[in-house]
């Protein structure tokens, strides 16, 4: 059972980013607490990948196919603005939980739309990094549950 986790535009920058927003654990920590909770759901391997462009995400969603059972996806600000997003999701038809950082629900009113989150089976916001955490076990859950 593997997991693609994919981080959007400047997520690379956590730690410096508006840490009241985003907190002080920068883009290796978030890594390392991937491969540690995937680890704990119970995946036998979980690759993170982050990118500032959004057809670098469309490409990683469609490689996604070949090697992944599903995927953990913070599109960033893509979230509020990618049909392209959306459309590789619905395509690859792979399991997929949206996770957001902060509390976009408590944010501006266009950080409340979601194209992306209408692929997702699941969503995880304002849980700050450990939201990863939750959005691999809400996957390996779902993979489990599937598969029986
Ligand atoms: C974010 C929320 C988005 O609105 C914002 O554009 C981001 C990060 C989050 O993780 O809270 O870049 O996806």
């Not at 996604?64 to 690859?92: E, K, W």
Request: aromatic residues 8%.
């Amino acid at each position: 059972m593997q997991a693609l986790v994919i981080n959007g535009p400047n997520i690379n920058l956590l730690g410096i980013r508006e840490p009241e927003l985003y907190g002080n654990k920068d883009y290796s920590d978030l890594v390392e607490l991937c491969q540690q909770a995937g680890a704990e759901a119970g995946f036998s391997a979980v690759s993170c990948f982050q990118t500032n462009h959004e057809g670098e995400i469309v490409d990683a969603i469609q490689e996604a196919r070949f090697s992944f059972d599903g995927i953990i996806i913070n599109p960033a600000a893509y979230t509020h603005t990618s049909i392209a997003i959306l459309d590789a999701l619905q395509a690859v038809n792979l399991p997929a939980v949206e996770v957001h950082i902060s509390d976009v629900d408590a944010r501006e009113s266009f950080r409340q739309i979601s194209y992306t989150g209408k692929a997702c089976f699941a969503r995880v916001a304002g849980e700050g990094i450990q939201g990863y955490a939750r959005a691999l076990q809400l996957l390996a859950v779902h993979l489990k549950t599937s598969h029986e």
